[in-house]
């Protein structure tokens, strides 16, 4: 076997010939590298150090709360929009 560095040059030729398929797949281990850290950074901080804030359960209790109250009443609202006459709603501009 050779030397692992004798591929460099094909991979190099190859890179500048195909310059789009390049791109994307430069482009595609960019995002992906982007993500992992990303997600890594946030599992990290979330669940392994916690919230940097006293009692943070109670912070996810809210949201939860929140987002349950915006779905009640979206659930609502498309309730009234369903009883709606489209000639009454009309007539009445």
């Known amino acids: 076997m050779g030397c692992p ?6 991979g190099v030729r190859m890179l500048v010939r195909h310059p ?6 430069i482009l595609t281990f960019g995002l992906g590298l982007g993500l ?8 990290n901080c979330l ?14 209790a809210v949201v939860v709360a929140l987002a349950a109250t915006g779905l009640s009443s979206g659930l ?10 489209p000639v009454v709603a009309l007539g009445a501009e």
């Open 76 to 85: 609502i609202a498309a309730r009234r929009v369903a009883r709606l006459d």
């Open 36 to 43: 992992a850290t990303t997600v890594f950074s946030l599992v």
């Open 5 to 10: 560095w004798s591929n460099v040059p094909f």
């Open 20 to 25: 789009t398929l390049s791109g994307a797949s």
């Open 47 to 60: 669940l392994y150090k916690g919230l940097p804030f006293e009692e943070a359960d109670r912070i996810v």
